[in-house]
């Protein structure tokens, strides 16, 4: 991790010096345990705020489509600025999915890829503690040593600590980069996807409906996964349009309910499991049960993974003639 | 707005309310049809006419069932008869996939149907209504999405 970072820093450190990028998207360390917030390097002095661990969770794509917005008011020509930014597997796909979808320039991006093995998911820390928060972590390489708000200490095993979504990732290494760092590190995960989505299929409607309400009455409808996703950059988010006002601004269950039924449906065929949504959600609301279900359905109707490539389709802008349609009502 | 099927619980009143987007080309023709050949279908349905099954926005269908309609019936042109060339074809996958997700999520799948009906199955649509409906009716009404809070302006 330590070479990987250093590696990072004197790459960026020669972008700037090249003048290949005006602005660098990465990672600096938070105040918080087990997290790390985006920072925006500007010059090649600024690099060692640079930090790449396992805390690195949130997706940087989800950054770029503002970099790019032309600056309001401003006349006369304007260049898009040159962005770099650092991508683990998952968010080099988002950035794929964002390019086809016309959001960020492919020709003003400089695309760093990293190897990764996985990302910690602070809330399971704290929930394998069993206390309300985090005060202290430390990690090495094969485990966490957390301590919690009440001076409980713990240690944690790496591998079940992991987020649930980098337990099976599949796709390890950045898929679109201009740059590839430790490129022989780790290979996709050996497990079965879509386990949480089997288990939760095979409990009957009322059971599932249930349990949907136990977890989703904890959220307080802040909009943290959406912020930290790179596929919600509409301008006006259908949570808060009003003409037509699609749900009210309630924590009421039916609003709660819509709201994450929408959010889910608005990623078929784009979400790339990256488990941002996940680590930003301040109650630990476990939102891949939504994510995963239309994946896996897109995976099984329609044969499609989410941004692999530049070339691919989205799932939602095309169609076969032979798609499924036993589902249809018949007289 | 529909009105809130809280007011009117199930026992021996009740009647199941559909909502019903027909395309405009094809399903709502079909509905005309069925009007004007005088073919008997129960008066549960409320409809909605939209350009095409393109149109439906996955929303609605989640709307009508927050706002109290106790059951959906998507209609449009068979494929390859679009009036807009594939508009029924992208809908489709649209359809398969919240489907899927509202099944998945506890609501019951009798709820929400989706159908092809042309301008000429007058007959085809009273019969999918009538098969619409009494599922409906079989499930009493719905519960799981209304909300429980007051709407205000």
Not at chain 1, 272 to 278: I, L, N, P
Not at chain 2, 52 to 65: D, E, H, M, T, V
Request: proline share 5%; glycine share 6%; net charge negative.
């Amino acid at each position: 991790m330590k070479q990987v970072e250093d590696a990072l820093r004197k790459e960026v450190a020669k972008l700037f010096e090249e003048k290949e990028v005006d602005i660098f998207v990465g990672h600096e360390a938070a105040s918080l345990p087990l997290k790390t917030s985006a920072c925006f390097v500007r010059s090649s002095e600024e690099v060692d705020r640079l930090v790449w661990n396992r805390s690195c969770a949130a997706n940087l794509a989800a950054y770029l489509p503002q970099l790019f917005k032309r600056p309001p008011g401003l006349k006369g020509a304007w260049t898009p600025p040159k962005v770099g930014v650092v991508v683990k597997g998952c968010d080099s796909r988002s950035i794929v999915g964002l390019i086809k979808e016309k959001q960020i320039p492919r020709d003003r991006l400089f695309v760093i890829g990293i190897g990764c093995e996985g990302m910690i998911d602070r809330h399971k820390v704290a929930r394998a503690l069993g206390t309300a928060g985090l005060a202290e972590a430390k990690i090495d390489e094969t485990a966490v040593q957390a301590i919690g708000t009440d001076g409980t200490e713990k240690q944690i095993d790496i591998a079940e600590a992991l987020a649930a979504s980098c337990q099976e990732c599949q796709h390890r290494h950045a898929v679109l980069a201009d740059l590839a760092l430790n490129e022989a590190s780790a290979s996709p995960a050996e497990v079965s996807r879509y386990a949480n989505v089997a288990e939760f299929e095979d409990k009957s409607p009322d059971e599932r409906f249930e349990h949907l309400v136990t977890e989703l009455s904890r959220c307080i409808r802040c909009y943290a996964c959406r912020e930290a996703c790179p596929n919600c950059y509409c301008e006006e988010c259908f949570a808060e349009e009003t003409t037509p006002k699609w749900l009210g601004v309630t924590t009421d269950l039916p609003d709660v309910v819509f709201f994450h039924l929408g959010r889910a449906f608005h990623q078929a065929g784009r979400c790339v499991d990256c488990g941002a949504c996940v680590a930003a959600c301040p109650q630990g609301i476990d939102l891949r049960l939504l994510n995963q279900k239309i994946n896996k359905d897109v995976e099984e109707l329609f044969g499609a993974e989410a941004s692999l490539s530049l070339e691919e389709a989205g799932v939602l802008c095309s169609f076969r003639m032979e798609d499924d349609q036993s589902f249809m009502t018949e007289p | 707005m529909i009105k809130k099927t809280t007011e009117k619980k199930s026992g021996n009143g009740w009647e199941p309310r559909i909502v019903a987007f027909l395309c405009n080309w094809c399903s709502y023709a079909g509905a005309d049809l069925a009007g004007v050949s005088r073919i008997q279908y129960p008066p549960n349905v409320r409809v909605i006419r939209v350009p095409c099954s393109g149109r439906i926005n996955p929303l609605f269908i989640i709307k009508a069932l927050q706002s109290g309609a106790d059951g959906v019936l998507v209609s449009g042109c068979h494929p390859g008869d679009c009036h807009y060339i594939s508009g029924n074809l992208y809908a489709r996958r649209k359809f398969a996939l919240i489907k899927n997700l509202l099944e998945y999520v506890g609501i019951e799948p009798e709820r929400v149907h989706f159908s092809w009906v042309s301008a000429a199955e007058g007959v085809r649509f009273a019969e999918i209504l009538e098969k619409v409906i009494d599922s409906v009716r079989a499930l009493g009404p719905a519960s799981r999405m209304i909300k429980q809070l007051e709407e205000v302006a």
